[in-house]
């Protein structure tokens, strides 16, 4: 029986992986390194810090330090959430519907504070959230398993009785990792994809979700 519920936050609550997409083109590119748009989604769901390493490895530059090119890009993304951020279909219903039948909830992020921060409010969610995770809590993000067993720990449930709603490939290793059941939600283009049959159900949107057939005793 499920008895407490864990969301990512990019592409579940909100679309912001384009704006994750164009963070990275436009900082990327100011240092030599031009990303296709195929080539950003490879490193969906990777947290900010393991990107901006992995494109130092494959074409390395000179003149700003890993650290400003990591904060470069949250800061983009962060302007664009503020500024255009909405939650997507379905978000503010189940998260009304899970307040009501009291079931603990949490938000595990591969994002940074700030980021998760300014997502909750610009969406005005953060108060139906017992506990909120982001990367810098843990030693290490997704995919392995640490931050959603953190965030099993402060809702005080077992991980086996954790639903956990993901969009990437990442994300639900690490949910699957934790031993949590999981909820694909995959981009469209990627609705086809193998990788997500690693997931317990794949829907479209949080509006499909039926409650009932997970929450059952």
């Known amino acids: 029986m499920v008895k407490a519920v864990i969301f990512d936050m990019d592409g579940v609550l909100i679309d912001s992986e384009p704006m ?31 990107v901006t390493e992995y494109w130092y490895q494959q074409s390395p530059w ?37 307040r009501h039948l009291q079931l603990p909830t949490a938000l595990a992020t591969n994002s940074s504070q700030y980021l998760m921060d300014t997502t909750l409010d610009t969406l005005a969610i953060r108060h139906y ?16 398993p640490d931050i959603y067993l953190l965030a099993a720990s402060k809702l005080g449930v077992a991980p086996a009785e954790c639903l956990v709603f993901e969009d990437s490939y990442t994300g639900i290793s690490a949910a699957k990792a934790a031993g949590m059941t999981v909820v694909a939600i995959p981009a469209t283009e990627e609705w086809h994809h193998e990788k997500f049959t690693i997931a317990d159900a794949k829907i479209s949107c949080l509006s499909e979700f039926d409650f009932k057939l997970w929450c059952s005793g």
């Open 20 to 50: 994750w997409q164009q963070a990275e083109f436009n900082v990327f590119s100011q240092l030599g390194v031009t990303l296709s748009q195929h080539q950003t989604k490879q490193t969906a769901g990777m947290t900010t810090k393991a």
């Open 129 to 144: 959230f017992d506990a909120h995770c982001c990367v810098e809590m843990v030693t290490k993000g997704k995919p392995e």
């Open 62 to 98: 000179q003149g700003q330090s890993l650290a400003d090119t990591e904060a470069a890009v949250i800061e983009q993304v962060a302007r664009s959430i503020a500024a255009h951020g909405q939650a997507k279909k379905g978000v503010h219903d189940l998260l009304q519907l899970l």
